[in-house]
């Protein structure tokens, strides 16, 4: 059983950055993919960004391409989620996931997820 904490959210002006953290505990972090989604509200949950446990490979949604960077430290049980140039539509509620199913970009395949930290952007 892995359990995920987020942390690091919060209200940034738009253009601004923020850096999230989840820290896993009560399992063999290195051997689980990672990935982050959000929920706005009235949305559904969607990917953000994905990195592999094996050789840390990363993958990103079209929309935060180019301004949000997701890393780990697996001697930390921690993974990052660097967030740039923010945009008012990136507000939502962030979680981490943990998971070991190749198919990363849909919210079933992973199997542990964290309680989610508020990111608001403002204008």
């Known amino acids: 059983q892995v359990q995920l904490v987020e942390s690091g959210g919060g209200l940034v002006q738009a253009g601004g950055s923020l850096r999230l953290s989840c820290a896993a505990s009560g399992g063999t972090f290195s051997t689980y993919a990672m990935g982050w989604f959000r929920q706005a509200p009235g949305k559904e949950r969607e990917f953000v960004a994905h990195i592999n446990w094996s050789d840390g490979t990363t993958y990103y949604a079209n929309s935060v391409k180019g301004r949000f960077g997701i890393s780990r430290d697996n001697a930390k049980n921690t993974v990052y989620l660097q967030m740039n140039s923010l945009k008012p539509e990136d507000t939502a509620v962030y979680y981490c996931?943990?998971?070991?199913?190749?198919?990363?970009?849909?919210?079933?395949?992973?199997?542990?997820w964290g309680q989610g930290t508020q990111v608001t952007v403002s204008s």
């Open positions: 996931a943990a998971g070991r199913s190749p198919v990363f970009r849909i919210r079933q395949e992973y199997q542990y």
